[in-house]
């Protein structure tokens, strides 16, 4: 029986590492054949955020990296409906690798997890 790991992102793209090192975690694990969920929620929703600038910061930008979820097995990239909409954004402002969900259908995948990862 495969495991189930869901991954929440909840922070901006910029000023910690944590999105980063989520990606890095849910990319690694897929080598492991779970059953892995991307979920962005809250300020999270920025991670995805296309045309991202992040080297007028002197960062490196890994948002192009979530291009590569479905190559990696990760098959469940969910963005909350919620968070969209009190941020003021669209999904077409979103690079296209995951689709919205309802606050429910978000509770009801990290109930299923046998593992969740939050930074």
Excluded: C, W
Excluded at 77 to 90: F, K, M, N, T
């Amino acid at each position: 029986m495969r495991k189930r790991l869901s991954i929440i992102f909840n922070k901006a793209p910029y000023g910690t590492q944590s999105g980063r090192e989520l990606l890095d975690i849910a990319l690694m694990a897929a080598a492991f054949d779970m059953d892995i969920s991307a979920l962005f929620i809250e300020d999270g929703v920025y991670q995805l955020l296309d045309n991202q600038q992040p080297d007028i910061l002197h960062m490196k930008n890994h948002s192009s990296t979530f291009k590569a979820l479905e190559l990696y097995g990760i098959e469940t990239a969910l963005v909350s409906e919620d968070a969209l909409i009190h941020r003021r954004l669209s999904q077409s402002q979103l690079l296209p690798v995951a689709q919205p969900a309802k606050q429910n259908e978000l509770q009801s995948i990290i109930a299923q997890s046998d593992f969740v990862f939050m930074l």
